[in-house]
C-alpha cells in the first residue's frame, strides 16, 4: 500500500496560535542570536530564506520570529496611534514579530517554541506600525518566572531597543532614524496588541479569498 506522505504545514497559516492565546502563544523562531545573515519565511512558500546578510555587529539579542495567524494590519495601526496621537497608521502588512528570551542557547531557527508574552516595543518602521512582543521561553530556567516586561532585567531591554533601531543602519549614510522604538509597553499591552492582531488576520484572509 503506497502512503501519501505528509506535507509540512505553512508556519504562518498552518500552525495553529494555540488554545491559551494571548497569555501562552506558538511561536516561529526565524533568527536566533549567532546567526550571521537574517533569516525571514517566504510568504508563498513558508520556507526559510536569507533576507541579506548582516553586514556589521549588531546581532539580534534574543530569538526573533512572528506568531502564526496574526496579522499587522489596520487594526494594529489604529492601536499605534491612538497611543503616539498621531495621525492614521497601518501596520507593516507582515505576521505579528516576537522576541523570546531564553537562558539555554538555541542554535538554529525553523522551529517552533510556546512562549508568554510579558510585553513590547511599540516599534514605527517609515510611519508603520511594527510591534515587537517580547515574550519568555515557557518553562525556562531563567526566565520562566518572567510575568511582565517589569520583571525584565533593564539591560536586556535596552539591547533588544538598540537592535531594533540600529539594524537598519548603514555607517556613514545615516541622516533620519530609519526606526523609531515609540514605547516600551507591558503585558497587558502586549495581550491587546496580539489580540488585536488575530482579528487583523482574519480579516486579511477574508480579503484574500
Given at each position: 500500500m503506497?502512503h501519501?506522505?505528509?506535507?509540512?504545514?505553512?508556519p504562518?497559516?498552518?500552525?495553529p496560535?494555540?488554545?491559551?492565546?494571548p497569555?501562552?502563544?506558538?511561536?516561529?523562531v526565524?533568527?536566533?542570536?549567532?546567526?550571521?545573515?537574517?533569516?525571514?519565511?517566504?510568504?508563498d512558500?513558508?520556507?526559510?530564506?536569507?533576507?541579506?546578510?548582516?553586514?556589521?555587529?549588531?546581532?539580534c539579542?534574543a530569538?526573533?520570529?512572528?506568531?502564526?495567524?496574526?496579522?499587522?494590519?489596520?487594526?494594529?495601526?489604529?492601536?499605534?496611534?491612538?497611543?503616539?496621537?498621531?495621525?492614521?497608521?497601518?501596520?507593516?502588512?507582515?505576521p505579528?514579530?516576537?522576541?523570546?528570551?531564553?537562558?539555554?542557547?538555541?542554535?538554529?531557527?525553523?522551529i517552533?517554541?510556546?512562549?508568554?508574552?510579558?510585553?513590547?516595543?511599540?516599534?514605527?518602521?517609515?510611519?508603520?506600525?511594527?510591534d515587537?512582543i517580547?515574550a519568555?521561553l515557557?518553562?525556562?530556567?531563567?526566565?520562566?518566572?518572567?510575568?511582565?516586561?517589569?520583571?525584565v532585567?533593564?539591560?536586556i531591554?535596552?539591547?533588544?531597543?538598540?537592535?531594533?533601531?540600529?539594524?537598519?543602519?548603514?555607517?556613514g549614510?545615516?541622516?533620519?532614524?530609519?526606526?523609531?522604538?515609540?514605547?516600551?509597553?507591558?503585558?497587558?499591552?502586549?495581550?491587546?496588541?496580539?489580540?488585536?492582531?488575530?482579528?487583523?488576520?482574519?480579516?486579511?484572509?477574508?480579503?484574500?479569498?
Open positions: 503506497t501519501t506522505p505528509p506535507y509540512r504545514a505553512h504562518w497559516h498552518g500552525v496560535i494555540g488554545d491559551d492565546a497569555h501562552t502563544v506558538t511561536c516561529y526565524e533568527i536566533v542570536p549567532t546567526d550571521t545573515v537574517k533569516f525571514e519565511i517566504d510568504k512558500s513558508g520556507i526559510l530564506k536569507i533576507d541579506r546578510p548582516q553586514k556589521y555587529s549588531n546581532h539579542p530569538l526573533y520570529g512572528f506568531i502564526p495567524q496574526t496579522y499587522c494590519g489596520d487594526g494594529v495601526g489604529k492601536l499605534c496611534a491612538k497611543a503616539l496621537k498621531r495621525e492614521r497608521m497601518r501596520g507593516d502588512g507582515d505579528i514579530d516576537i522576541c523570546i528570551l531564553a537562558d539555554r542557547p538555541i542554535l538554529h531557527g525553523d517552533l517554541v510556546r512562549a508568554r508574552p510579558v510585553g513590547g516595543l511599540m516599534l514605527v518602521d517609515k510611519s508603520e506600525a511594527d515587537k517580547i519568555v515557557e518553562g525556562d530556567g531563567v526566565y520562566g518566572d518572567v510575568q511582565d516586561i517589569s520583571d532585567p533593564k539591560a531591554v535596552d539591547r533588544l531597543r538598540h537592535y531594533f533601531l540600529t539594524y537598519k543602519e548603514i555607517p549614510t545615516r541622516k533620519d532614524p530609519p526606526v523609531e522604538v515609540a514605547k516600551v509597553y507591558n503585558r497587558a499591552t502586549a495581550h491587546k496588541v496580539i489580540r488585536q492582531s488575530i482579528s487583523d488576520y482574519v480579516e486579511y484572509c477574508r480579503r484574500e479569498r
